[in-house]
């Protein structure tokens, strides 16, 4: 996931400004990739940790955090997050609800396929923030169809909700969508 | 100044949910505040039979789902508690520009 999203970011930053807001377990950090892209690395303020999912939770109030403060410098212009992977989004939802930020969310797998035991509780809690990202989200993006075929399987989510962008032009236009009807 | 104050007041007990002290102290402190002229919000954990919004001696007191996600433990719990108080904390700030503190009642 992560040389992935290096990749789409470096690309996505040629048509616009890029903030990638990732975690760190060291200080709190910023650096220019370019002047259209920069990488926030934020590391978690409380440990240690019963499960993944305070983990997650207890970073994510550092992540609204930095989003905000990002938010704020431009000035409150129009802006999408993009989040990629579940574990940020309960701030995906925070920054939605307070600030009408919208998001898309992109599972690049799922729990029902990472966890020995589906259906132990950390994994249907797991689940349930994979269901949340993916009903409050505006757009679900994939990689392949077997993935829109699990994700509609397990979670029920509408077929048009899905994309499958062929390349970065497809999805820059889906982000625009999302804003034009935010 | 304070009648332009409102405060959003995070606990996860209210009446009628009652487990120590604070579900007393937030219902006195609350109600005093609002008398005062200022806007208060309750976010609170629901309760069985008890509303998901009702307004108390002029307090908005809003009870959210804190049992929506199966957790493993007790930390868990709480963690996803507060993910489910804090979204609905979100919308009344989306709603009421106003807000101009918070109180995180005890440690949860």
Not at chain 1, 123 to 151: A, F, H
Not at chain 1, 161 to 170: C, G, L, R, V, Y
Request: hydrophobic share 40%; with cysteine; aromatic share 8%.
């Amino acid at each position: 996931m992560a040389y992935e999203v290096d990749i789409l970011a470096s690309k996505i930053s040629n048509n616009l400004p890029v903030s990638v807001v990732t975690f760190n377990d060291r200080a709190y950090s910023v650096e220019s990739k370019s002047h259209t892209l920069e990488i926030h690395r934020v590391p978690n303020p409380v440990t240690p940790h019963a499960t993944i999912v305070t983990w997650s939770v207890s970073l994510c109030s550092e992540i609204e955090r930095i989003v905000a403060d990002i938010y704020y410098a431009r000035e409150k212009r129009e802006m999408l997050l993009d989040v990629h992977g579940w574990h940020f989004i309960p701030a995906a939802v925070a920054l939605k609800k307070a600030l009408k930020i919208p998001f898309a969310f992109t599972p690049h797998s799922l729990e029902e396929h990472r966890s020995g035991d589906p259906s132990s509780a950390l994994s249907s809690c797991i689940r349930g923030i994979e269901w949340l990202g993916l009903y409050e989200s505006s757009l679900v993006v994939v990689d392949s169809l077997w993935m829109k075929e699990q994700v509609q399987k397990i979670h029920s989510v509408p077929q048009g909700k899905i994309k499958i962008p062929k390349d970065t032009e497809e999805l820059l236009s889906s982000y625009r969508k999302i804003l034009q009807a935010s | 100044m304070v009648n332009s104050t409102s405060v959003i007041m995070l606990s996860w007990e209210y009446p009628p949910r009652i487990i120590g002290g604070l579900s007393a102290h937030v219902y006195e402190l609350s109600r005093s505040l609002s008398r005062l002229g200022v806007k208060v919000h309750v976010v609170t954990c629901d309760f069985p039979g008890a509303p998901e919004y009702e307004e108390v001696n002029g307090v908005s007191v809003h009870r959210v789902d804190s049992y929506r996600y199966p957790t493993p433990d007790f930390a868990t719990w709480v963690a996803m508690m507060n993910v489910n108080l804090q979204h609905a904390a979100a919308e009344i700030i989306a709603s009421d520009r106003k807000i101009s503190l918070f109180t995180a009642m005890t440690g949860l």
